[in-house]
Nanobody
Framework: QLQLVQSGGGLVQPGGSLRLSCAASGFTLDYYAIGWFRQAPGKEREGVSCIGNSDGSTYYADDSVKGRFTISRDNAKNTVYLQMDSLKPEDTAVYYC?????????WGQGTQVTVRP
């Protein structure tokens, strides 16, 4: 079955860390650019970060996550990661990964990240 499978969310205290994983099943991520998005309650889905398919260039959508979040990919494991450090309550959201290549687009199932004392 062709899909993206996410893991790694959960509940963490402010200042804590989580690492989200996005693994492809049934296809290779080598050609795909991968993005992480999040959707907080009552808000629209927003981009967080993305990583290119060739040179692995990275992009962070907002200054609020720069220096705290790190996107990376391991093509050998067919997986992309989002390392989130120094988490804040405003990072609470459902996080989604998205893989895109030409007309092929895949979304992960989403994983909840909750940051609270």
């Amino acid at each position: 079955q062709l899909q993206l499978v996410q893991s790694g969310g959960g509940l963490v205290q402010p200042g804590g860390s989580l690492r989200l994983s996005c693994a492809a099943s049934g296809f290779t991520l080598d050609y795909y650019a991968i993005g992480w998005f999040r959707q907080a309650p009552g808000k629209e889905r927003e981009g967080v970060s993305c990583i290119g398919n060739s040179d692995g260039s990275t992009y962070y959508a907002d200054d609020s996550v720069k220096g705290r979040f790190t996107i990376s990919r391991d093509n050998a494991k067919n997986t992309v990661y989002l390392q989130m450090d120094s988490l804040k309550p405003e990072d609470t959201a459902v996080y989604y990964c998205k893989a895109a290549w030409r007309s092929y687009i895949w979304w992960g199932q989403g994983t909840q990240v909750t940051v609270r004392p």
